[in-house]
């Protein structure tokens, strides 16, 4: 594919790897509409069909490119060791460090954020959202004036709405994320702290 699909994404330093990457992998690259779910995801080809990646579009260049490194990862990985390797195991995790590594080196990142990547590719979890400081130092550079907080950001006892319309009342935190009661069934649930919510006045 052409690097030039990619280039409003991507910080401008990183534009030669990336080309590098996915020079004459025959990979679809796919940019979608905002997830909350995942950031991206990667699919196999087979036969006459090509591998594709998908990622959200609405990412900031340093979370789009960790993001895209992560998922040309699973396309290595996947490569090398087929339906052997799982989906986020060590075969996996070596590739994600080694691609990585270039872009760790050259200055592409600010500097809190690079040590701290250095540190969280030493075991890359399945998610960057599961490295509540990396989401942090990731959600510093974003530009969406439509944001909205995030659990940590709004006062304790706070009613908030979730994506679904479910209402909900932060609590104490519990280690690494906050109790919430959902306030028609009672029920508690455990929410990250970068969660972003839409506040209700009560």
């Known amino acids: 594919m052409s690097i030039k699909v990619l280039e409003q994404f991507l ?94 080196q050259n200055g592409v990142f600010p500097d809190e954020l690079r040590l701290h990547l250095i540190k969280h590719m030493q075991n890359p979890k399945a998610s960057s959202s599961s490295d509540t400081v990396l989401s942090r130092l990731l959600k510093e550079y974003d530009d969406n004036p439509n944001q909205l907080p995030t659990i940590e950001e709004i006062p304790m006892e706070s009613v908030f709405e979730w994506r679904n319309g479910r209402l909900f009342q932060k609590k104490e935190k519990l280690r690494k994320r906050y109790k919430c009661i959902e306030l028609k069934t009672k029920k508690i649930y455990l929410f990250n702290p970068l969660a972003e919510v839409k506040p209700v006045r009560t």
Do not use: C
């Open 11 to 104: 910080p401008d330093s990183t534009l030669p790897y990336i080309d590098e990457l996915l020079d004459k992998q025959g990979i679809l690259i796919k940019i979608t509409n905002p997830r909350k779910t995942r950031h991206g995801s990667f699919r196999a080809g087979h036969k006459n069909v090509r591998p594709v990646i998908h990622i959200s579009g609405d990412l900031n260049p340093y979370a789009f490119l960790i993001t895209l490194i992560h998922e040309i990862a699973h396309l290595k990985t996947w490569q090398m060791h087929g339906r052997k390797a799982a989906p986020h195991g060590i075969e996996w995790k070596n590739v994600f460090s080694n691609l990585m590594y270039p872009v760790l």
